[in-house]
């Protein structure tokens, strides 16, 4: 089953723009994070948001979270051209405490950032 | 840093054959995590281990099996292979934090 939905499924930007991910999910969650992939390789974790977090920064990344509405953003900013890859949110949502590692997996978003 | 290892990274297995896949963790992790992603798919959940017990399981197949060692290495086992079982399978690891994912090993069933 699925718990993540992603928008847009593909975003084609030009470097130096920003791009802006979104994510929802429907059941509680203890947190969110978000990973970032490149065609067939491994999973690069980028950033993790606690449910008692709102907002949360690292370097040109921002991630936005409201549980009220089930919802993530990730903003990436300054785009560049290696940034082009996928895009994955994953909820924590055990119901026994945060595990960390076993996550729900959105669809993903593929960014497309042109030089 | 040391990362997460798998082995091996590419498999190639005819159908009904067997495959093991091998997970290294990153040193003191004592968590370990299975997930398949197929073509075009997000990563699904499998099975995982704490402390050398399973700790969790997803949506694995019964034909698949898994196992964490004393070392914290943990194997994948899956046996009579389907094409379906064509997949990326990740590996990660964590310790009270977040998970850290491995390459991937990339199993193609002909």
């Known amino acids: 089953s699925q718990q993540g939905e992603e928008d847009p499924q593909a975003l084609s930007i030009q470097e130096g723009e920003n791009a802006t991910m979104n994510c929802s999910y429907k059941t509680s969650i203890n947190n969110l994070q978000w990973y970032r992939q490149n065609s067939g390789r491994g999973l690069v974790h980028l950033i993790l948001?606690?449910?008692?977090?709102r907002e949360k920064h690292s370097g040109r990344l921002r991630v936005t979270l409201d549980t009220s509405k089930k919802s993530s953003s990730l903003l990436i900013t300054a785009s560049r051209a290696a940034d082009t890859a996928s895009y994955f949110c994953?909820?924590?949502?055990?119901?026994?405490?945060?595990?960390?590692?076993?996550?729900?997996f959105g669809q993903g978003t593929i960014l497309t950032v042109h030089p | 840093a040391a990362g997460v290892i798998q082995s091996p990274r590419h498999l190639i297995k005819e159908k009904r054959e067997t495959a093991t896949l091998k997970c290294y963790p990153i040193?003191?992790?004592?968590?370990v995590y299975w997930y398949q992603q197929g073509p075009g798919q997000d990563p699904q959940f499998l099975i995982s281990?704490?402390?050398?017990?399973?700790?969790d399981k997803g949506s694995i197949p019964d034909r698949f099996s898994a196992q964490q060692f004393s070392d914290y290495h943990s194997e994948l086992n899956m046996s009579s292979l389907e094409l379906g079982d064509s997949a990326l399978y990740f590996c990660a690891s964590s310790f009270y934090s977040e998970a850290f994912f491995g390459q991937g090993t990339r199993l193609t069933v002909v």
């Open positions: 994953a909820t924590d949502a055990g119901a026994g405490g945060t595990s960390y590692g076993k996550l729900t």
């Open positions: 281990f704490y402390e050398k017990m399973q700790s």
């Open positions: 948001i606690r449910s008692n977090e």
């Open positions: 040193p003191r992790h004592d968590t």
